[in-house]
């Protein structure tokens, strides 16, 4: 019943979305659309696909999900997505069965939205990418509840790898815990990213290798279940750490605690970007900033857009963010649930030292 309601509230959302942007029906293939629409319904195969094996058709008054013989019957007997208000029309694998142009209004005047470049032949179409990541990023208050569950499971996940961490592991050792502590979870690691020692400094996406550990880790996750995703990174060093590490860590900590605190209802991602330059200025790196991206806003994306200088999205409360300001060895990185009364930390590592900036 739970998930029969949310269906019904998501397709008056898309419908008030297709009204709002001029639209007679949206098509959707990518993943992230896909899970959005659906309710966070595994609806992938390839993790690492940007297009789903499936296409989602939605008119005015009907919801269709178009896919072929090999997906169709986990979809109708095991997801049960009737339930939840779609015809599943399936066909052979081997042919193409209906297409999505088929199924959409015809006529002058009308306009079709699609998330992805897709030939619609007899059919306006419009991008309704960038339009559609901001929709998709204002989270319902049950999706609001997974989030809290996933940052709170992918928290433990990395505090249990990161306490099987030990010098002389691989790169690809460490990512095998991290990855192993979040599938046991039914988390999907969608990015995994560890550097040990001078890497650390050197590269900001920094995929494992063969190299082994000898005093310093950093560990990157993105985890994804139900569709919705949540990003973190944490340190580890054994031994004495250095000055200029501390130094450059607790500037980072500073930078990514001024952009929490700056993200509230009706701030946009610019006036949080302004803010950390002005912390990473005052931290004594006025270009740090310059390096990497600082985050943006999370949900069914990593990041469903970036926070960039001068950049007009407004906040909301039910957003989620994840800030990740970062130097040349340091990295401070969490997902954070935007409330009316504040940001509340979901990636909270319990027993981990906290510094008061």
């Known amino acids: 019943m739970k998930q029969i309601t949310e269906a019904t509230h998501k397709f008056r959302r898309v419908r008030d979305f297709m ?10 293939r990518r993943t992230t659309s896909l899970s959005w629409v659906t309710n966070g319904a595994p609806t992938w195969v390839n993790t690492a696909a940007t297009e789903c094996p499936m296409t989602a058709v939605i008119t005015a008054d009907a919801q269709y999900l178009l896919t072929d013989n090999i997906e169709g019957p986990r979809l109708i007997e095991e997801v049960k997505l009737p339930e939840q208000g779609w015809e599943v029309l399936t066909h052979p694998w081997y042919t193409s069965g209906s297409g999505p142009a088929e199924l959409c209004p015809s006529g002058s005047g009308v306009v079709v939205g699609t998330d992805m470049a897709l030939d619609l032949p007899g059919v306006t179409t419009r991008d309704i990418g960038t339009a559609l990541a901001y929709e998709r990023s204002l989270l319902s208050v049950s999706e609001q509840q997974r989030a809290t569950e996933l940052g709170r499971d992918c928290a433990d996940a990395m505090e249990e790898a990161a306490e099987r961490v030990q010098p002389g592991q691989t790169e690809y050792e460490i990512a095998a815990h991290l990855w192993e502590r979040n599938q046991a979870r039914g988390i999907q690691a969608i990015v995994t990213l560890i550097a040990t020692d001078e890497r650390i400094f050197r590269f900001r996406h920094p995929l494992p290798t063969v190299k082994r550990l000898d005093r310093y880790a950093m560990l990157v996750t993105c985890g994804r279940r139900d569709g919705l995703v949540t990003s973190m990174t944490r340190l580890i060093h054994f031994g004495p750490v250095p000055e200029e590490v501390l130094q450059r860590h607790h500037a980072v900590l500073t930078v990514d605690a001024r952009m929490i605190a700056a993200s509230r209802p009706g701030r946009t991602t610019g006036d949080v970007v302004e803010t950390a330059q002005a912390a990473y200025a005052d931290a004594g790196y006025p270009d740090g900033w310059h390096g990497h991206h600082q985050g943006g806003v999370i949900g069914y994306e990593p990041r469903e857009f970036l926070g960039l200088p001068g950049g007009d999205e407004v906040l ?16 401070s990185e969490d997902t954070f649930l935007i409330g009316p009364e504040g940001p509340q930390i979901l990636t909270t590592t319990t027993g981990w030292p906290m510094l008061e900036p």
């Open 19 to 28: 009204e709002n942007q001029g639209l007679s029906a949206i098509v959707l």
């Open 316 to 331: 909301r409360a039910g957003m989620t963010c994840t800030w990740n300001p970062s130097l040349p060895g340091a990295k």
